[in-house]
């Protein structure tokens, strides 16, 4: 799911990066798709963190050498705050890099079985990556769509993990828009989508799809279109895990933002050119940073609790929960660029103009007939604490599908958790998983 900057905090950060830009806050005129950008954007992005990556990496050299001297006693108490101090400022560090999976065994039935990745098709944008097993016998396949929204498709290793024993998974693994040359073309929604019929045409007749945040609009539409067509590999099943499929219903901070200012303006403000040193050089996106940006101002205080927390942690010796900080942030500050196309598609026709609940979303000017849909099982969750996606509005697919039975028709509120708690942690594991595990099952 995509995060927005509020006005004000693009502001702030605009005149930061352009000061004498008088025009910032007029910039309603729309523009065609493709012209504009904020040429500061990525510069001064590069000009602070090469500024900062050789102390980041004195710090954490620093910080792993005076580490063991923490949480001795009194008289080394300093060393601790220091070490403390400079592990933070040493893992704060954003990458372009993407981060492994290390998923390399599972336990089925008591019995740990060996996982091996292997990529099974490749685009210039993505890889239908499989986790297959050393087993001897079939299961279920499952495509599990990644959000295309900023981070790499390892934010689901918890998701993956989960399904493994019980399914032969597939995933998005989503390629970082500024490594892919400009002689690719470019990517947007209705290419997203054909990436998800190509890839369950690769996987085969009786697959599964499981749609993470974002990806349940264009999952959605990819099942339409194939349904419409009656095409021998549609989906058994469509699960869409707390997606924006009509984000009029109980609109959320999130989406209150992405009404905010006219697509011109996330165009002119958040849209940059990729630099010269990478192989995208040229090529219009919307930056990881950006989009990280939009994230941490979200939950601002919490994110400075937690560097809090590492700080004493680390002071106080707490080697495991300072280890446990560093893996989580590893991934989160692992961040990739989004196509421009891609993206200010999205912000208009999904969070502005509601294309998919009114009728008007096309795919290559085709326009979607969610009522094609008739065999699908299609299964909606939601979670009651989500202020990324409100409720209803994964839901909402269950209606617009007016000619499927509602035999074939599940939804589920999972209470007590969060957006991302849809796909990780506890409550994902022992309360969500085994309804989605039953109606996979089920329609297999």
Known sequence: MFAFFSPDEIFASAAHFAPWDKDLRDAHVLRPLGEGFHPFLYPLYHLHADTLAAWRMLSRGASTLLRPLAGIGPATLPLGVLAGALDVLGHSETTHARPHFDIVSTIMEGEEVTVIEEEILRTPFATLLHFRKEMGRSQPRVLLIAPMSGHFATLLRNTVETLLPDHDVFITDWINARDVPVAAGGFDLSDFIDHIIDFLIAIGPG??????????????????????????????????????????????????????????????????????????????????????????????????????????????????????????????????????????????????????PRGLLTWHGHKIDLAA????????????????????????????????????????????????????????????YPLLRSTIAACA
């Open 373 to 432: 849909i008739e065999t699908t099982h299609l299964l909606a969750i939601e979670a009651e604490r989500d202020d990324i996606c409100g409720l209803g509005q994964t839901r909402a697919a269950l209606t617009l599908c007016e000619n499927l039975p509602d035999s074939r028709k599940t939804y589920h509120l999972q209470h007590g958790i969060g957006h991302y708690g849809v796909f990780s942690g506890k409550r994902w594991r022992n309360e969500i």
């Open 207 to 356: 697959a599964h799809v499981v749609a993470v945040c974002q990806p349940a609009v264009p999952a959605l539409a990819a099942v339409a279109v194939m349904a419409e067509e009656r095409h021998p590999a549609l989906p058994r099943s469509l699960t869409m895990m707390a997606g924006p499929i009509d984000t009029r219903i109980n609109p959320t901070r999130v989406n209150d933002l992405a009404r905010s200012r006219p697509l011109a303006w996330f165009e002119q403000n958040l849209i940059a050119r990729v630099p010269w040193r990478h192989r995208g050089a040229g090529r219009r996106v919307y930056p990881g940073f950006v989009q990280l940006s939009a994230f941490v101002s979200m939950n601002f205080d919490r994110h400075v609790t937690a560097h809090w927390r590492q700080w004493r942690n680390v002071t106080l010796g707490d080697l495991a929960k300072a280890e446990a900080h560093r893996e989580f942030y590893s991934e989160y500050l692992a961040i990739m660029d989004l196509p421009a196309e891609f993206y200010l598609e999205t912000v208009r026709n999904v969070f502005q103009e509601h294309h998919l």
